[in-house]
């Protein structure tokens, strides 16, 4: 039931805001032509100019706009945080419809009829989301059938969900005789059992229709991983998952990873060809240094960067053991005798780390993700520190905007494993846009 509501809810207000999107643009575009200088009187262009560049609005609003909804998966979700998070996307949409307008040399576009794009699409979206959430006529009315305390953990938490809509009719501890009569004659669409002795009562739910959950706290309260259940099977099956299973927004990461590292790729070719000049006059070896590392779930691979030691420096690491300024099993040293001048520029601005863009197109690993562990490292873990490998690597993440090798070994895995719980779209373009400030500043860059 759950899982029904968040994804009928979140395609609700996602179909929505594109009509908006739609609705709000036409009207801007006749309300700018009722303000001066126009005043009324069409210009010939006027019209088919905004047909033509409708698409890119369009094209560019609607995937922002899917990715912004994306957190209506969470639960539970703060209203007022997610209207904010609206705006701030639509604002972001502008700006990129900007860009776009410019990139294709459409300069015709009226400002005046951005802005009133931009006001009166957000004020429809907040009215749109204010009915949705206060709406009480499409509640689940839902029985819980569980003692007081456990059951009023789950009223709030359900309360404190903005768009649910699920109306709690009454918490039922000891089951009355007459219950299966009332399941009957009254509308109820959800039953939630909270206990083991009221399992039988699944029984009778499913012979009256009526959707019942079972809370499986009681059988497994000292795991908290996220669960989800296969019900394509003989038997029902509980799959417990170590980080969010959000199958449809990993396929977005995954395929905006791919796209966003080609367009790099192109614009950044222009280093693609200085850089490795550079290393060739200044050292011998290789330009390109392939390191095997662990990936998703463990999986090996060779990631790229460009080279910034000298020759076979790998072979004087066990003489600079001692060295060390990283705690537990990490190994940096700040003055590292190994790394070449342009090597401690490349460093510096984390230039070195611009192959790793042909690893992501591979899809050995994303844009923003935990950094990539030696296989040597991973055979130190304790064993909590591995739940870091069930996403894939990242070129950055929250580690590297939080002052990289100036933090410890047991916070760095922490911010890794709080990325993993806490994993969205939006967090995502958080730590991009933190990426570039982070590179600039050069806070533990060595």
């Not at 870091?388 to 922490?414: H, V, Y």
Request: proline content about 5%; hydrophobic content about 50%.
């Amino acid at each position: 039931m759950i899982q029904q509501r968040k994804h009928f809810i979140r395609w609700l207000i996602t179909l929505i805001d594109i009509l908006i999107i739609i609705f709000t643009y036409w009207l801007a575009v006749f309300l700018r032509a009722l303000l001066p200088p126009s005043s009324g009187q069409l210009a010939n262009w006027y019209i088919p100019y905004y047909i033509k560049i409708f698409p890119i609005f369009l094209l560019t609003f609607a995937p922002i706009m899917i990715m912004n909804n994306s957190i209506l998966q969470a639960f539970p979700v703060d209203k007022h945080k997610f209207y904010i998070r609206t705006i701030s996307f639509l604002f972001l949409a502008v700006l990129i419809s900007i860009a776009f307008l410019y990139y294709f040399k459409l300069f015709q576009q009226s400002r005046v009829a951005l802005f009133i794009f931009f006001v009166i699409s957000a004020v429809f979206m907040m009215l749109t989301r204010e009915y949705i959430s206060n709406n009480k006529n499409n509640s689940i009315k839902t029985l819980v059938f569980g003692k007081d305390k456990d059951a009023e953990e789950l009223v709030k938490l359900f309360s404190n969900h903005a768009f649910f809509g699920i109306d709690i009719l009454n918490v039922i501890e000891k089951i009355p005789e007459n219950i299966t009569q009332r399941l009957k004659n009254e509308t109820i669409d959800w039953v939630v059992i909270m206990e083991k002795i009221h399992k039988p009562y699944i029984f009778v739910c499913e012979k009256l229709g009526i959707t019942v959950s079972y809370c499986i706290r009681e059988d497994f309260e000292d795991i908290s991983s996220f669960v989800s259940l296969e019900s394509s099977l003989a038997s029902p099956m509980i799959t417990f998952h170590s980080a969010p299973p959000q199958y449809t927004q990993l396929f977005f990461k995954y395929t905006a990873d791919r796209v966003i590292a080609f367009i790099l790729l192109i614009f950044l070719f222009p280093l693609f060809v200085l850089i490795p000049i550079l290393i060739k006059l200044t050292s011998r070896g290789p330009v390109i240094y392939k390191h095997e590392r662990a990936g998703l779930n463990g999986r090996r691979f060779e990631m790229l960067k460009f080279r910034t030691m000298f020759e076979n420096a790998d072979r004087m690491k066990d003489f600079l053991l001692d060295e060390n300024e990283m705690d537990k099993i990490v190994f940096k040293i700040r003055e590292d005798p190994r790394i070449t001048n342009i090597g401690k520029v490349l460093r510096r601005l984390s230039l070195d780390e611009l192959p790793q863009l042909i690893n992501v197109l591979r899809g050995e690993m994303s844009l923003v993700g935990p950094r990539p562990p030696l296989p040597e490292e991973v055979n130190k873990y304790e064993g909590w520190e591995r739940k870091r490998l069930s996403m894939k690597p990242g070129i950055t993440c929250l580690w590297q905007i939080s002052g990289r090798a100036e933090i410890g070994f047991d916070e760095w895995m922490k911010l890794d494993l709080e990325y993993i719980d806490n994993w969205s779209l939006g967090l995502d373009i958080v730590i991009l846009r933190k990426t570039i400030p982070a590179v600039i500043k050069g806070r533990g860059a060595y």
